[in-house]
């Protein structure tokens, strides 16, 4: 699948396409299809042209509509001008900018890494806070039935997420899933339970009701300590919007074990 992105990459830019990249678990490891992103990296020569980005979302959405594990294809893109800091453009964030140069795995052309910018600290903290906020925040944490029956896929990414922002602050390393969860459980943290059945639930799928007993118990505790961990890095950079958007969220948590009924159907379907 990968190959047919890549080949739509030569397609649409020619001798522009410099270089194409696995970043993510097809790279690094730990690969899972029940629940696994399909991440892309592709280095387009510069100049940058106003309607490349329009040309990234047309090869993105051809590949996707083919379906199955090419429906989670997710293209990301720069120059090496970008990629040295020297202009802003593309899509590429910081945390996945650190996962291409870490462990990005060359799939066509010329490794065009050399010189690229090691994203600050800064950044990663920042960003992932950023996303915290915008992708974690809307878990149904009132009703853990709820997110169990959004399916395995969405549930493993709510519970391993956190456990993987506060390993990339901890260490300034990608937050691969089995990495941060062994350095969470390691640390004997709130929710090492969940953590530890979240790796599980991802090859094995889940049974719903025990599921969103542990949701129910844990997240909350998870959440809460991902927010505290933030919020003091978040203000020591001046970040105090985002720092107060965390507080939000913090004061929104439900108490921890009042898990809902209703989870009838299988998270691993």
Known sequence: MLGRA??????????????????????????????????????????????????????????????GLAGRLSVFWASPAIMRGERAGGRLPALDTLDLLQYGRLLHGLDTRDGAATPPHAAL???????AVSRLASAELADASALVRRGVRDLTKFCLFPARFLYTAATGHVGRNEAAADWYIAGNRPAAELVASAIRWRT????????????AEHLPALYREFIDDY????????????????????????????????AHHSCGK
């Open 231 to 262: 919020r003091p890095r978040l203000s020591v950079l001046g970040e105090h919007g985002l720092s107060d958007r965390l507080a939000d969220w913090g004061r929104r948590l439900p108490v921890p074990g009042r898990a809902t009924q209703g």
């Open 6 to 67: 890549v080949d739509a990459g030569r397609e649409r830019f020619g001798s522009r396409l410099l270089s194409a990249y696995a970043i993510g678990s097809l790279a690094h490891g730990g690969f899972a299809p029940l629940v696994s992103d399909v991440d892309l990296v592709l280095v387009i020569g510069d100049p940058l042209s106003d309607a490349d980005g329009e040309t990234i979302d047309d090869l993105s959405a051809a590949v996707r509509s083919s379906g």
């Open 204 to 215: 094995e799928g889940c049974e719903p009701e025990p599921a969103a007993r542990a949701v």
């Open 125 to 131: 903290v920042t960003q992932a806070a950023a996303l």
